[in-house]
Nanobody, 125 residues
Framework: QVQLVESGGGLVQPGGSLRLSCKVSGFSVRRYPVGWFRQAPAGKSREGMLCISSTDETVHSAAGIDDRFSMSRDKENNTVFLQIDNLKPEDTATYYC?????????????????WGQGTQVTVSS
């Protein structure tokens, strides 16, 4: 059974940092690309952010995702991470991980439409 469990979110002041985790079970991150998505409040659509290649660990970024965001993976523990530095109020969102693909400058969900419960990030002073 495929399962993705995000963690690491919280309430952070502007300028702070967070490291989000996504524990994957049911498939190996060595074989499938996994990425990060976020959904801001107020009914906005889910946005693809970063996707890490299963083969060479290249991280593909969507247009508009700046270098405050970085992604990595731990193959041994089948976990991927999202590091967010210099957090801004506009980063407030629920962050999700899922299978992913990259198409030019877009990150899109992969097959299966499998999502975790998300982890909430709130940036506020």
């Amino acid at each position: 059974q495929v399962q993705l469990v995000e963690s690491g979110g919280g309430l952070v002041q502007p300028g702070g940092s967070l490291r989000l985790s996504c524990k994957v079970s049911g498939f190996s991150v060595r074989r499938y690309p996994v990425g990060w998505f976020r959904q801001a409040p107020a009914g906005k659509s889910r946005e693809g952010m970063l996707c890490i290649s299963s083969t060479d660990e290249t991280v593909h970024s969507a247009a508009g995702i700046d270098d405050r965001f970085s992604m990595s993976r731990d193959k041994e523990n089948n976990t991927v991470f999202l590091q967010i530095d210099n957090l801004k109020p506009e980063d407030t969102a629920t962050y999700y991980c899922s299978l992913c693909n990259w198409v030019r400058d877009r990150i899109v969900p992969g097959p299966g439409d499998v999502w975790g419960q998300g982890t909430q990030v709130t940036v506020s002073s």
